[in-house]
């Protein structure tokens, strides 16, 4: 009996080691002599204030959201980066903003939403992210402006128009479900 109870308790120690040994998980971290350590970061030049636009990048999530919990998917957050070339960073603008929201028909384009920011707006609206600095712009869809989505599609178009008029650069047409 007591060799039983041995037996028993051998066993067990053993399958509690291997349970804890199966759980365990090594990690090797060589490395080589010779092998270069990585550069060092560098501070980029930001782009000067007074650059051109030229390159105009929206970002947006492909349907809209309920941010609002009414049940109802209305809200329409879009980034907007402005480019100079040969900087590599977005920078702000002193300018205005249009989007143009549209359903995309046979005949063309069926205009549902435009909303414009002026310079004031958008000063309020200056966030920065990994990528840099951009426009964080935020839609609200009435329900009567839903409703005249016949497909659940719709697509859009930013356009960015500096202060002084001189310059304006319109995005590519994005399309978003809306249903």
């Not at 009996?1 to 041995?6: C, G, K, L």
């Not at 990994?130 to 839903?146: C, K, N, P």
Request: aromatic share 8%; proline share 6%.
């Amino acid at each position: 009996m007591i060799d039983s109870v041995t037996h028993f308790a051998r066993l067990s120690a053993w399958c509690l080691a291997a349970c804890t040994l199966l759980g365990c998980q090594t990690e090797k971290t060589t490395t080589r002599l010779g092998d270069p350590l990585p550069p060092v970061p560098v501070e980029v030049e930001g782009t000067p204030s007074d650059a051109v636009v030229s390159d105009i990048v929206v970002l947006s999530p492909y349907s809209l959201s309920d941010l609002d919990g009414n049940g109802l998917a209305s809200e329409f957050p879009i980034a907007v980066y402005l480019y100079a070339t040969p900087y590599p960073l977005p920078f702000w603008k002193m300018g205005s903003i249009r989007v143009e929201l549209f359903e995309e028909i046979a005949e063309g384009e069926r205009p549902i939403l435009e909303r414009g920011y002026n310079a004031g707006e958008l000063d309020a609206l200056k966030q920065t992210n990994v990528v840099g600095r951009f426009y964080a712009l935020q839609l609200t869809l009435s329900e009567d402006e839903l409703r005249k989505l016949s497909n659940g599609r719709a697509a859009y178009r930013v356009t960015f128009e500096t202060l002084s008029g001189d310059s304006t650069l319109t995005s590519s047409v994005k399309r978003i479900n809306v249903r």
